[in-house]
């Protein structure tokens, strides 16, 4: 198992680029989020989603998109890349009802 | 979600245990506490997580107030390599508010 895939690993966009950060997972879970981490923070909650089909905002969801065509899938996208979206991003899976949430290795992303 | 509070950072001595408080004084009876942790800037990994009862796996202990409003984990024998942050989270199992919400963490710092 490949367990939870970001790519890229690393990023640098210019203002007002746009992109998409890939997340798969290969464990069938229903749950899938993003997270992004700033320097000396926790981790915030961008979107989520519950299964195919249905996503949902997080705390701190301006500037992002999310959709959720499969199961496996769970693409970030950034419309309009500004400074202040450079950040970690990390995309994590679970299953609903299940006790642990296993979360991929992150995207630094750094927008100049 | 009930809010958790945890001290900034803590050390202790390799070869130690290491007590790591949290408070969640606001915890509702289907939450459950968990704990992950955060080694390097890498995706948080999962430790381990309770209802009332203390656990224990192969990482660390839970202990859990018979109140529920505080938990400590513990680590018994700290190595270097348990220098980390670690998260205190609550969160129900199932359903759309399963998601995890972090905080700052607490940073422990494991000494030779």
């Known amino acids: 198992n490949a367990g939870v895939t970001q790519t890229p690993k690393f990023q640098v966009l210019k203002t007002g680029q746009s992109m998409t950060l890939q997340c798969a997972q290969d464990?069938?879970?229903?749950?899938m989020s993003w997270y992004r981490q700033d320097p000396g923070m926790g981790l915030r909650l961008i979107h989520y989603?519950?299964?195919?089909?249905?996503?949902d905002q997080g705390e701190v969801p301006n500037g992002y998109n999310v959709s959720r065509s499969t199961t496996e899938d769970f693409p970030l996208r950034l419309l309009s890349a500004a400074p202040s979206q450079t950040s970690v991003y990390f995309c994590a899976s679970w299953n609903l009802g299940g006790t642990e949430a296993f979360f991929g290795q992150g995207t630094r992303l750094t927008v100049v | 979600d009930a809010k958790t509070t945890q001290p900034t950072s803590m050390d202790c001595a390799e070869g130690r245990a290491a007590n790591l408080p949290c408070n969640h004084s606001?915890?509702?009876?289907?939450?459950?506490v968990y704990w992950y942790r955060q080694i390097h800037s890498q995706g948080p990994q999962y430790i381990i997580h309770g209802l009332k009862n203390n656990e224990t796996n192969e990482m660390a202990s839970l202990i859990i107030t018979e109140d529920r409003k505080s938990s400590t984990l513990i680590l018994p024998h700290a190595t270097l390599r348990d220098t980390a942050v670690y998260y205190c989270?609550?969160?129900?199992?199932?359903?759309?508010?399963?998601?995890?919400?972090f905080g700052k963490g607490i940073t422990l710092s494991v000494r030779p």
């Open positions: 606001t915890i509702s009876g289907n939450e459950y």
């Open positions: 464990m069938n879970h229903e749950y």
């Open positions: 989270i609550v969160r129900v199992l199932t359903g759309a508010n399963s998601k995890l919400t």
């Open positions: 989603s519950v299964g195919a089909g249905i996503t």
